[in-house]
């Protein structure tokens, strides 16, 4: 039970820091929407959501998901305030990602000299760590909206082809919650397999164990 509530609790953190790093890079990069609004803070209160940083993340804890996912409730940026029209973007929605990845590298490093020190139970609660961000990382790195890794796909694209790819996004924000658990069930239902293995791969590369 430690564990679990451990888990539930590291994920929820970690989503939080996801968030919050969208809203720092946006910026940095000169949009102050998400400073305006107090959500660079990393005050929990301010960004939980009910569903995506709750519920999700302890039924596919309790359920033993071959993945972790959840969310916090996204902070708002302008994209057309900043400052890098071209990639700017592309970095606001690659910075959760790439908070998640630093955090499962250092953690992996933590969990390594931990695993070599005898210090089993450490090792054990910075594995949790790792495999989480990891989750998080990775899967927001598949390019289907809302997910980052299709507003970095998006970003990355020339004008044209960009402008058909957010006039998809917004048709499926119109679905509101409901378009969110249709992709998370058909993600599960085709890819949780494969991308389950790509995260045990990479986790047994980064901790190796």
Known sequence: METTIFTVIV???SVIIHEVAHGWAANALGDPTAKLQGRLSLNPIRHIDPVGSILIPAVLVLTNSSFLFGWAKPVPYNP????????????VGGAGVAVNLFIAVLFAGIARYAFGAGLEDFAALASIIVLINLSLGLFNLVPIPPLD???????????????????????????????????LFLFSYFLSAPFGLLIRTVFRFLVGV
């Open 149 to 183: 890794g299709f507003t970095v796909l998006r970003g990355l694209l020339p004008h044209k082809a960009s402008m058909a790819m957010r006039d998809l996004e917004y048709k499926i924000q119109a679905g509101g919650i409901f378009s969110l658990v249709l992709i």
């Open 11 to 13: 994920l929820i953190i």
């Open 80 to 91: 057309y305030n900043l400052k890098n029209q071209r990639w700017g973007e592309a970095i």
